[in-house]
């Protein structure tokens, strides 16, 4: 049992990506932290809830799309910005089924792309630009 736990354990922290587990309570079961380094060590203790350790609010985020999940029980993915640092991050949220094929936790992979839609944000910009001096060229 302990072999499994140290193998679960290494490979969450193998994954460059933050990734989170959460149950029905919205408490956070498992995770790896990753890009989260303003989060304090005592606030990973336990099982807190995922919103009050990453966006530190007191009630669940509005929309919660893991109760989404939880509910639907089909996979989503959204973009968001964390309003603590103002990161950009894309989040798949997988629903993990029971045997009833009933949705018990939660599995969030969430990856950083706020140096992706800056670049994609200064190509667009370009482009437009690029485009205004062909246009009015003579």
């Known amino acids: 049992m302990r ?17 989170v587990v959460i149950d029905k309570d919205l408490r956070v079961i498992m995770s ?3 890009g989260h380094d303003y989060i ?5 203790q336990g099982h807190p809830h995922c919103y009050t350790c990453f966006v530190k609010r007191e009630t669940p985020c509005e ?11 089909r996979t989503k993915e959204v973009e968001l ?14 629903p993990v ?6 949705v018990i936790m939660v599995v ?10 800056r670049d994609e944000e200064a190509l667009r910009k370009s ?12």
């Open 3 to 19: 072999e499994s736990e140290r193998l679960l354990s290494n490979t969450f922290d193998a994954i460059q990506d933050l990734v």
């Open 32 to 34: 790896n932290w990753k």
């Open 40 to 44: 304090p060590e005592q606030a990973r």
């Open 63 to 73: 929309p919660c799309h893991a109760l989404e999940v939880f509910a639907e029980g």
């Open 81 to 94: 910005t964390n309003p603590l640092d103002g990161r950009i991050r894309e989040v798949h949220v997988l």
């Open 97 to 102: 089924f029971d045997h009833e094929n009933n």
């Open 108 to 117: 969030e992979h969430v990856r950083d792309i706020t140096r992706r839609k």
């Open 127 to 138: 482009q437009q630009e690029y485009a205004m001096l062909v246009n009015y060229a003579n």
